[in-house]
């Protein structure tokens, strides 16, 4: 799901009283039957990378949104209360490799490798994922000088380090510098001139 499906998802849901999660944060029974609504009103549009999303592809989406760990809970509890008939859990994994696939080959998506801890960065928890399951792109920049490790996410590789860039991190000449020994580099620079 990108960016849009999900503003559009949580409006939705907003717009739903969103019944929310439970302290465990997993989904309460209203937040499934209140998803579930929204993919049985989907009507077919194209995201943001041009692939038109029927209900189905919701349906991936939403799975995809899971770990693969929990994808059976997350499938039966939301299958029974659609108004279609759902396809196997098999088929739409497949369907979810086949679209990163598609994705890894735009450029859209890369995986960093296996670890066994969520990252957080900016209060959000990533958990490094397969090349199949990646969502998002994410940078760690070392700072050349003081050696400060600084995390960025996007949905791209690249739009990890346009946020790098944002947040005042440079190449000085090739490798990156953090904001803090910019400003002393330039201080420096300007003592001896
Ligand atoms: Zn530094």
Request: glycine share 8%; hydrophobic share 40%.
């Amino acid at each position: 799901m990108d960016q849009s499906e999900k503003r559009h998802m949580e409006t939705h849901l907003l717009r739903l009283g969103l019944a929310g999660l439970d302290e465990s944060g997993n989904a309460k029974p209203e937040l499934i039957q209140q998803i579930a609504a929204i993919v049985n009103n989907w009507q077919t549009a194209p995201n943001r990378h041009g692939e038109w999303i029927d209900k189905h592809k919701f349906v991936r989406d939403l799975l995809a949104e899971c770990d693969a760990s929990c994808r059976n809970d997350m499938y039966s509890a939301i299958a029974p209360h659609l108004n279609f008939k759902a396809l196997p859990l098999a088929s739409y994994e497949s369907m979810i490799t086949e679209r990163m696939g598609n994705l890894i080959s735009k450029g859209a998506a890369r995986a960093e490798g296996r670890a066994p801890h969520p990252i957080e960065v900016g209060g959000k928890k990533y958990a490094e994922a397969s090349a199949s399951e990646a969502t998002h792109g994410m940078a760690t920049l070392h700072c050349q000088r003081c050696w400060k490790k600084k995390r960025f996410v996007a949905d791209t590789p690249v739009g990890a380090l346009i946020a790098a860039r944002k947040a005042g991190w440079a190449r000085m000449p090739e490798k990156w510098t953090c904001p803090g020994c910019i400003k002393k580099v330039e201080k420096g620079k300007a003592l001896v001139n």
